[in-house]
């Protein structure tokens, strides 16, 4: 019997191979014999390059850059020099991660960070980058990113918008040029990974479902869904593409718009993309029996996070998949679609009384339950058969 886990990270938690590892572990003491196999994998946002590094599918590249508040700091990426491709995480440098609190105001924040380890992999010689699109802390629909590579934007007067782009800038926009950033990126080509369908504007667009966790007040978001309306009509108007019919357009801050106007870069489904050059589905195809989950599995899961990208994968072959998360919503609905069977790490367990509701366990007590509600599972299930 093989057996293959292919976890997401366990968010504050667990990371992914810290959970498949635990996942295995269960496995192990189901079935001592078993071949084990473990995947660290990502659906295309905050950990795409990490994942692809410990794949060996390349080498870990650090550079200056600055983060989403204009400070320096250094970030790293993934380069394969032999196949000519960096996998880059929009997060590595204009994330949440790196801002307190306080600091979260997606009227000020920038993906100009991005733009500048993009740079950094196409001087380096990468012919294709990979940018995965999640964790952001911006809403500048990607244009910081895009003006550090050489995109030109105008107000209604003519004037040449400063560095770095920031999305109070958004409504301001008249004109936009990009001579320099064709030049600087013409033998290269972006493709952009993300999880989510969200278009640019309007109630599930950028600004109304992701904005808020980003520090935006109802001000603010009022704000920059007009700068977006204004920005997505400007591209329109100018020829590039129209983001309000593009779906993912409002990924990453309305990044996924951004980049597929104007720089004329691919949006994929992150987890399914991301299962293929990691080479976790030929893992899946030869394996017995998958183990997969995440921190939280709810209806975003069904939506084309790894879990359902993976348990589609297997399905596809007649190959079981079970789902072991931190918390799931709705079990029935997983059952519903395709999985095995759904569990959460936290049930029939209680919680540790000195967390504070809300609050992760610790990986120490995760990586525990997650072994111990594997073997349980495993060992109802052979039962049961």
């Known amino acids: ?58 080498e870990r590249i ?6 989403a508040l204009g400070r320096p700091l250094k970030a790293a990426y993934t380069l394969n020099t ?41 001087e380096r010689g990468a012919a294709t980058i990979w940018l995965g699109l999640g964790g952001s802390a911006t809403n500048d629909a990607g244009f910081g990113a895009l003006q550090a590579l050489g995109a030109e934007f105008f107000d209604g007067y003519g004037n040449l918008l400063p560095e770095p782009f920031c999305g109070e800038m958004l409504k301001d926009i008249s004109s936009i040029t990009l001579n320099k950033l064709r030049k600087k990126l013409k033998d290269t080509k972006i493709i952009l990974l993300c999880d989510v369908e969200n278009p640019f504007t309007g109630p599930n667009g950028a600004v109304a479902v992701y904005s808020g966790q980003k520090g935006a007040t109802e001000e603010m978001k009022r704000e920059l869904e007009k700068g977006m309306l204004n920005a997505g009509r400007v591209m329109k108007n100018l020829g590039f593409t129209d983001v309000f019919q593009l779906p993912g357009a409002g990924a990453a801050g309305g990044a996924g718009g951004g980049f597929a106007a104007l720089a004329g870069a691919e949006i994929r489904r992150g987890a399914e993309s991301l299962l293929q050059l990691t080479g976790a589905a030929e ?34 072959q007649g ?25 959460s790490i936290n049930s029939p367990m209680k919680r540790d009384k000195t967390l504070a509701p809300g609050n992760p366990l610790s990986p120490t007590v995760a990586a525990g339950r997650l072994r111990q509600q594997t073997a349980a599972l495993l060992s109802e299930i052979f039962e049961n058969h």
């Not at 650090?62 to 983060?67: G, I, L, P, Q, S």
């Not at 017995?288 to 996070?305: A, F, M, N, V």
């Open 1 to 58: 019997m093989r057996i293959a886990a292919i976890f997401d990270k366990y968010k504050g938690c667990l990371t992914s191979r810290q959970a498949a590892e635990a996942a295995l572990l269960g496995a192990r003491d189901t079935f001592p014999d078993a071949e084990l196999c473990a995947y660290e994998c990502a659906d295309g946002g905050d950990g795409m390059a990490e994942c692809l590094l410990a794949a060996g599918k390349g």
């Open 62 to 67: 650090e550079a200056e850059t600055v983060d």
């Open 82 to 122: 032999a196949t000519r491709e960096a996998y880059i995480d929009l997060a590595a440098a204009s994330g949440v991660r790196h801002l307190a609190e306080s600091e979260k105001t997606p009227m000020k924040s920038s993906t100009f960070g991005t733009g500048l380890l993009i740079a950094d992999a196409a």
């Open 283 to 316: 893992a899946i195809a030869s394996s017995d029996i998958i183990l997969t989950g995440e921190g939280h599995s709810d209806r975003q899961t069904l939506c084309g996070k790894l879990p359902y990208a993976v348990m589609k994968c297997a399905r596809a």
């Open 319 to 343: 190959i079981p998949t079970l789902l072991l998360s931190g918390k799931i919503t709705d079990a029935t609905a997983f059952l519903s679609i395709g999985f095995a069977a759904a569990k």
